[in-house]
């Protein structure tokens, strides 16, 4: 039996009106019960709580990289979350504040006052900017000055009683920012598989070159590793690896035997669709 989506609950990284929210309405529809937390561990720790509950988390920026916080949390398995899907967002900036009333101050993340640096200055010369936690943050403390706007997405105009006074404010690079749904199985078998793993390699020359080779030796491609210290053992480190395939396809299932001997330990933390890009 289908679930509803009214039924569905999902946490995300808050406030109200971040990118991760927009995606979460995207994904699954605004009849969902939406859950904003303020860190992406405290997503991670909501959904593992009780069966049932997904989560929204961002994993990389295409600017940005990879979002260490995510990748940390999924290479310890603590608390141990699922990926059922891979989303991207192609992040469009719009800019928000009151019409027919000057701009002195601009709000926003760090990130999107970078990439729009030179929109800005043609735009807005001479207003000052200033560097908040996230969009969400920018809009409101714009909605309580009165020559204040921000840069964030168009659904936060809806949010915090705004305007969209500027869209789409052009980047100076694309902005592509890859999400994950944990805690709950994919649906439907229409769309490319990746599964990504979790290895912790023996500390010895060629041993990653080693591990590597094995997904070579049975075409398997890897569109993703990624490194991060292991906390506690200086000098080692844990890799998060996406590979295209599922664990079941038995050429995929063969590098992952072979990879699994060559590893200290080796942890499929998902196998998952990859759906279409939402545009903001």
Not at 113 to 129: C, E, F, M
Not at 193 to 215: D, I, M, Q, V, Y
Request: proline share 7%; aromatic share 6%; with cysteine.
């Amino acid at each position: 039996m289908s679930t509803s989506r009214s039924s569905i609950t999902v946490a995300f990284l808050g406030p109200a009106g971040t990118y991760s929210h927009l995606v979460a309405e995207k994904r699954f529809g605004r009849e969902a019960r939406f859950i904003p937390l303020p860190t992406i561990l405290d997503v991670c720790k909501y959904v593992a709580a009780r069966a049932g509950r997904r989560g929204i988390i961002p994993i990389e920026n295409s600017s940005g990289g990879s979002i260490h916080e995510t990748v940390d949390i999924l290479l310890a398995g603590a608390p141990p979350v699922t990926i059922a899907e891979e989303l991207s967002l192609e992040v469009r900036l719009a800019l928000l504040g009151r019409k027919r009333k000057a701009i002195r101050t601009l709000y926003s993340h760090f990130a999107p006052l970078d990439h729009s640096s030179a929109w800005i200055l043609k735009h807005l010369p001479g207003v000052t900017r200033q560097v908040v936690s996230s969009t969400a943050a920018a809009a409101r403390q714009a909605a309580d000055e009165p020559d204040a706007a921000a840069l964030g997405s168009r659904r936060l105009a809806s949010i915090y009683a705004l305007k969209v006074l500027a869209f789409p404010v052009q980047a100076d690079i694309p902005n592509i920012t890859a999400f994950l749904t944990i805690g709950a199985a994919p649906e439907g078998d229409d769309r490319r598989f990746k599964s990504t793993l979790a290895a912790r390699l023996p500390n010895r020359p060629g041993a990653l070159c080693t591990f590597l080779e094995t997904f070579r030796t049975e075409s398997v491609n890897l569109s993703r590793i990624i490194s991060r210290p292991i906390r506690g053992s200086p000098r080692e480190y844990a890799f998060m690896v996406d590979i295209d395939g599922a664990p079941s396809t038995p050429h995929v299932k063969r590098a992952i035997a072979a990879a699994r001997r060559t590893c200290m330990k080796l942890r499929i933390v998902g196998a998952y669709p990859v759906r279409r890009g939402y545009k903001s």
